[in-house]
Structure formats: C-alpha cells, structure tokens
C-alpha cells in the first residue's frame, strides 16, 4: 500500500462541532468514504490489532488529524 493513501486520510479535515446527545446516546453524522482495497485491507489490520472496528479507528484517526490542523492553523 502507498504511504500517500494514508497521509490522504491523516490530511482529511471532518467539521468538528460539539456532540449532542438525545436519550444519553451521541448524535452523529454518518459519512461514506470509498477505499482502495489495500488500504482498507491495512486499516482493517489496525483496528483489529486494537480491539476496534473500523468504523471507530477511523473516526479517532479523523479526529486525531483534524485536532492536528486545527492546532496547525492556530500556531501558523
């Protein structure tokens, strides 16, 4: 798999917006992204290794990355 697939996630800015919850349950967005097998094939491997499901390793790989931009933007 190329390094470029994954540095195209880590540079993905989702909007960040402060969570809701509705009968103790958080409201969330869903979103549809489409993956190079590989790519899925490695993140699959991650979120095993972690005891995660895809879905939730990448939704802290998205908001790891946008906290990143985010502090980015402010020292720059």
Do not use: F, H
């Not at 470029?4 to 917006?17: A, H």
């Not at 790519?39 to 790891?64: D, G, P, T």
């Not at 946008?66 to 020292?75: C, W, Y």
Request: charged share 25%; aromatic share 4%; proline share 3%.
């Amino acid at each position: 798999m190329s390094e470029t697939l994954l540095e195209g996630i880590m540079q993905s800015t989702p909007l960040i917006s402060d969570q809701k919850t509705l009968g103790g349950k958080r409201r969330l967005e869903a979103v549809t992204a489409y993956l190079e097998p590989d790519l899925k094939a490695v993140l699959e491997e991650w979120a095993n290794s972690e005891s995660r499901s895809l879905s939730s390793l990448v939704v802290y790989l998205l908001s790891q990355a946008a906290k990143e931009r985010q502090q980015d933007k402010g020292a720059g």
